[in-house]
T-cell receptor
Framework: TQLLEQSPQFLSIQEGENLTVYCNSSSVFSSLQWYRQEPGEGPVLLVTVVTGGEVKKLKRLTFQFGDARKDSSLHITAAQPGDTGLYLCAGANAGGTSYGKLTFGQGTILTVHP | DAGVIQSPRHEVTEMGQEVTLRCKPISGHNSLFWYRQTMMRGLELLIYFNNNVPIDDSGMPEDRFSAKMPNASFSTLKIQPSEPRDSAVYFC???????????FGDGTRLSIL
């Protein structure tokens, strides 16, 4: 069974601070996706990283995929209250009969205070 | 464009009753996924279909749970009989193909009393 450990579980910061969320596994993934979920809604895809070592930027968000494709990080610069939400990482199975099946981390609940 | 549509949005019922959750995936998407989300266990994959065929149902908790996809535009997740521990938010998601990014519905919040 593939597991993704996400940390920290909870993060409460002030507006303007920087933060990093980590997603680690002992398994190799064909790709890693980051989602953001708000209360009462389903997760919404932020980004997909595919290549080991890949870095993608989405405004103030920077996503990195580990060289071995086993881990990833999400860095937010100058956090704003609108960034508040549940952040989920999800790894896609690299092969076998369940190719593409996503394994989700437990999530990081981020609260940004004005 | 219409996203993934789930119904009902909320369901409250007594234990022992049959519960049916419904999902309409995005048109043209070939893969459909059913998830359950709780505070304790996070987001868990229950079952997924590719081209209407169940591929992996290893996440289905027990025989009380069943899922069908009679055609490309409709799927159901049924719990019979329901138990209080089934209370959770159930999400349906679809993707163009297996391994592609998934688009989630807004979920069904299920409460079993």
């Amino acid at each position: 069974t593939q597991l993704l450990e996400q940390s920290p579980q909870f993060l409460s910061i002030q507006e303007g601070e920087n933060l990093t969320v980590y997603c680690n596994s002992s398994s190799v993934f064909s790709s890693l996706q980051w989602y953001r979920q708000e209360p009462g809604e389903g997760p919404v895809l932020l980004v997909t990283v595919v290549t080991g070592g890949e870095v993608k930027k989405l405004k103030r968000l920077t996503f990195q995929f580990g060289d071995a494709r086993k881990d990833s990080s999400l860095h937010i610069t100058a956090a704003q209250p609108g960034d508040t939400g549940l952040y989920l990482c999800a790894g896609a199975n690299a092969g076998g009969t369940s190719y593409g099946k996503l394994t989700f981390g437990q999530g990081t609940i981020l609260t940004v205070h004005p | 464009d219409a996203g993934v549509i789930q119904s009902p949005r909320h369901e409250v019922t007594e234990m022992g009753q049959e519960v049916t959750l419904r999902c309409k995936p995005i048109s043209g998407h070939n893969s459909l996924f059913w998830y359950r989300q709780t505070m304790m266990r996070g987001l868990e994959l229950l079952i997924y279909f590719n081209n209407n065929v169940p591929i992996d149902d290893s996440g289905m908790p027990e025989d009380r749970f069943s899922a069908k996809m009679p055609n490309a535009s409709f799927s159901t997740l049924k719990i019979q009989p329901s138990e209080p521990r089934d209370s959770a938010v159930y999400f349906c998601a679809s993707s163009l193909a297996t391994g592609q990014p998934q688009h989630f519905g807004d979920g069904t919040r299920l409460s079993i009393l």
